[in-house]
């Protein structure tokens, strides 16, 4: 069982134990140690939650331990989130982290352990099918994460347990002294766990030189200049600093030109994108709904696959959709297939070109 010191794991292991599991609890060591102050307590691996996380497991009866997996996460999410950004594409680095961290180097590892199961404390549902296990959304809508957890392949899905996707956090919150911890003053945290103070462009100047460089209109009207465009995203309005007759947006991110396209809200609306990095749990093409972003709305939609991309036309037009993004569709409430934006046709833009 994944630890984390939160409220949502710790209730996970309290469910399992009840259930009549063998439970051990797995608390992950993360960050490298050029940043292991990064978040203070906010980090999902800071002294803090790993302390609480083994105060919890012991008032549980399970054993628990600390799982160093720093190696892996500074190459796959650290590494990948700061070369995204340096190519303009915007990452998402929790799905970065399930894809590579928790449902690999850890299941891994804890396969080699001699687990049979691995559980997380993620709101989702996993449903046995004829064809093979399928991922559905949780019964508490509000905290459903299946958009980030749509990269778990079949075959790890097979051996993964979600004991809170049936459940309702407001629920749980009522019975949280059943784990024998008091979760009223601990902050759940939403931020990038490595990122100080969630400033995530100071954290990029560290690794990424400043080079500025032109902004133009969608017309091709120079309009003033950048301070690097790794310090924006797709849809950002706010710290443009350019005068302009009506509110401007990036609309387009051209990183090898050390190029900022700046336009009005209607040119980042888009209906048509290509992804790549699929993972497919159900036919290669048909309709569908789909999200682009974790809060957004389920769209109605069309998709095609063909080799190693995803085409994907929505019904209506979405605002910003953002490369680097996943985009994520469902049938039903399952999730049918899931992949990272790579190209989007913006409405009166021509070949992802504004």
Known sequence: MAMSGGMDSSFAAYILKQKGYDVVGITYQLLPDFMKDANGQKACCAMETVNRARKVAA???????VMDLREDFE????ERFIEEYKAGRTPNPCVLCNKYIKFSSFFRKAMSMGGEKVATGHYAVIEDTPDGPVLKKSRDRLKDQSYFLYPIERDVLRAVLFPLGEEIKGELKEKSHLVHTDYRKVKESQDICFVSGNDYREFLNRFIPLRKGPAYFTDGTLLGYHEGTHLYTLGQRKGLGIPFREPLYVVEIRSEENTLILGTKGHLNGRRLVAGEINLFGPESGQSFGKV???????????????????????KPIHAITPGQSVVLYQDDIVVAGGVIETVQQEGCAANKC
């Open 59 to 65: 008032d549980l009866s399970i054993r628990h331990f």
């Open 75 to 78: 190459r796959y999410v650290i």
């Open 293 to 315: 972003r974790y809060r957004q709305e389920d769209v109605p939609c069309a998709y095609r696959i063909s080799g190693s991309a995803m085409e994907v036309e929505f019904d």
